[in-house]
């Protein structure tokens, strides 16, 4: 089973810029790979998401234009690269693998089944 270990949230004021990587423990060049994120009280909601070439990149309504998601598979490593952050986006960030085989985009937590502990992102107005 893959491990899969988030770094780099943190505090950033409204506006500013967090750039969050996820580390997985094997070779995760064939994975889906997606950021989530989940807030106090809300249900953990779809963020970004991106193929085992990084060809192919969706993102939530919300975040595109100010987010971008990147991976290295040399390294073994997923981006998520945020500016103009925005209060509303405070939230636990989680890194997710679909492991399994898959066939495009998948944007419920439900079709992901390897998770990271999550990072803390907070967003200052």
């Known amino acids: 089973q893959v491990q899969l270990v988030e770094s780099g949230g943190g505090l950033a004021q409204a506006g500013g810029s967090l750039r969050l990587s996820c580390a997985a423990s094997?070779?995760?060049?064939?994975?889906?790979m997606g950021w989530f994120r989940q807030a106090p009280g809300k249900e953990r909601e779809f963020v970004a998401c991106i193929d085992w070439s990084g060809g192919l990149t969706k993102y939530a309504e919300s975040v595109k234009g100010r987010f971008t998601i990147s991976r290295d598979n040399a390294k073994n490593t997923v981006y998520l690269q945020m500016t103009s952050l925005k209060p509303e986006d405070t939230a636990v960030y989680y890194c997710?693998?679909?492991?399994?085989?898959?066939?495009?985009?998948?944007?419920?937590?439900?079709?992901?089944?390897?998770w990271g502990q999550g990072t803390q992102v907070t967003v200052s107005s």
């Open positions: 997710a693998a679909r492991t399994i085989e898959y066939s495009g985009i998948y944007y419920s937590p439900n079709d992901y089944d390897a």
């Open positions: 094997v070779r995760a060049f064939r994975y889906l």
